[in-house]
């Protein structure tokens, strides 16, 4: 029985560490999400379970009789912990298979948690009401009503923790939450098969619930060293990364321990040596203890110091090869994304380029601890780091670590840019090249076929001012005409796409706009269509040429006509923004897919059945040569509509 005794007691100790070493560890981390809430409340259940289980045993360590309202105390919050230890596994284990296995609770286990929770309240009403565990009370109902369901409780709790816990082991993919989920799983088992068997060996009638026995409390510590073990060596919910706080913790449990035992040496030597010298002999001992402490934990701080430096090179690596893609924005996309996972930070933002009045990253929940980092070149800040905690305070590895990320960024960028440009210069010039071969072609096919195309049409006309021509050869011949006169149109728009337009002249985009959309507004009436022109009282000019930029607008209005054969609304509107001038022109058509906006401006891309698909190209390319950007939303409003914008230098006012 001493052996089974002193079991229990260390037992009780190592537990009450553990979780209270996992309860300062989520407190510190402070995310602010409800998988984290729960994890602390069954932590917290658990601890007091350890908690109130040690106390006990120390009061009857230090007292023949203990004081009672002490011991209703520790008896209390065993008893609460436990009551509701139930509902907060499955609760927790749900909510974890819900934010990290992205799957939704099931109605019956979303109508189980909160009965399970009725359940729990309901046995700690009856054991408020039955504050006072005397043996007279044995045989009342309620006290045997909660005897009951405490029995079942210590069979239903491991067997609900193994349920859940495989649940989450067949849908997990990360090895190392699976690992973790498969201690779990074993834990609640053994468990579950020590309080079968301790069940049938008592009965339920004379179950006590206290703290079970000494296995079961031995088993119940391997969920939490468990937690602790991947939270600190396989970066388990990124508990990992806050190094300073687990220094602290590891310091101040060994400092706990040191004291119990100084404690409870000078206990077991009272009755020959002072409690006060034994306890100034056992510290001023701790003198002796700190160089071999050192040479323990020297090397294991240089060892990680290592791993971590090795770990933000692989990053730096990582994050150049992402330069080398030549997409700047996808290159800070990615550096963030890896920077917060690789430091277990809440968010993380690089800003390029730099602003000083920009807000600062946000601390979530106003808990944590920010840090913001110049991006330097030529002694000029260019743009800034910006890292954000959830709780913890940034360690001095971690601000190195990010120093030297914020002193490699800035070569990352340029690297990034001078591919991004070498790359749009092989494009332009690819582009070029092919637009130069297409002139060719069109030049050809245009002298190799207008002319002949004149001639049958000029033949064809002459035959058709015949009075005596048959009915049906006259429609014949008219019904080649217009067919020669789209073949031309054709023609001619194959040769304004080849052709660069002519530029540098100063244009009134205000008068050319309103001109341009009064040509289509007899044609917009025939189709139903409402033209609606919107424009500065102001003229506004754009560096551009005429004939150029009427081509884009006649292009983009009459495709905004076009897209609403049951009629509706185009509206043009011009906007003076600072330097630039705005054109945009809207419709309410169907709009646009995703699919298409990727390639509409590419030639000879077109979704019309006698397309051919260079108008937008004409657009495009035509913008493009005035120094100007063209861009296309859709849907604009309830999931209906199409908006091009085109953004064109503005010309200084003669004033």
Known sequence: MALFFYVRLIALTAGTLVYLFLLALILGHRRPRNFERLLFFLVLALFAIYAGGLLEMNLSIEYSSPPEITQRFA????????????????????????????????????????????????????????????????GSGLLRILNLGLSIDFVLCPCAAAIMGWVVLRRERNPDAKSLAKWIVEASLLLLAVAIADLVRVGPTDFTYEVPDALALVIGIMPGAAIIYYALKRNFLEYGAQRNLVYALSATVLALLYLALVHRVSGWLAPVFPTEATASVLLFVLIFLFEPLERVIGPALHRHFSERMSGVQRLSIEIQDAARQGNVAELIAFAERRIREEFGSAAVRISVPHDAAAKALEIPGGLGHAARLPLMKNNRQIGSLEAVTTGAYITGETSAALEFLAEQLPAMLDLCRLIEDKLGLERELADRERLALLGQMAASVSHNLRNPLSSMKTILQVQLEKPDLPFDIRHDCALVVSEIDRMSSKLTQLL?????????????????????????????????????????????????????????????????????????????RLVGEGDWLEIRIEDDGPGISQE????????????????????????????????????????????RGTRFVLRLPRVASAE
Not at 563 to 569: C, F, I, M, S, V
């Open 75 to 138: 008896t209390s919050v065993a008893t609460i912990g436990f009551l509701f230890l139930i509902p907060l596994v499955v609760h927790a284990l749900a909510q974890y298979m819900e934010v990290f296995q992205q799957a939704r609770a099931n109605r019956p286990l979303a109508v189980l948690v909160p009965l399970l929770y009725a359940w729990a309240f309901c046995q700690a009403t009856i054991f408020v009401a039955l504050f006072d565990f005397q043996p007279r009370n044995i």
């Open 496 to 572: 304004k796409f080849a052709k660069p337009s002519v530029n540098g002249q100063r244009v009134g985009a205000v008068g050319l706009a309103r001109q341009t959309a009064a040509l289509f507004g007899r044609d917009a009436e025939r189709r139903n269509v409402r033209l609606e022109f919107d424009c500065p009282s102001r003229e506004i000019s754009v560096t551009a040429g005429e004939e150029a930029l009427n081509e884009v607008l006649s292009n983009l209005i009459v495709n905004a006509i076009e897209a609403q054969p049951n009629g509706g609304r185009v509206r043009v």
């Open 596 to 639: 298409i906006r990727a390639r509409m401006f590419q030639p000879f891309f077109t979704t019309k059945a006698t397309g051919t698909g260079l108008g937008l190209s004409i657009v495009f390319r035509r913008v493009a040569e005035m120094g100007g950007e063209v861009s296309c939303e859709s849907p604009v409003r309830d999931g």
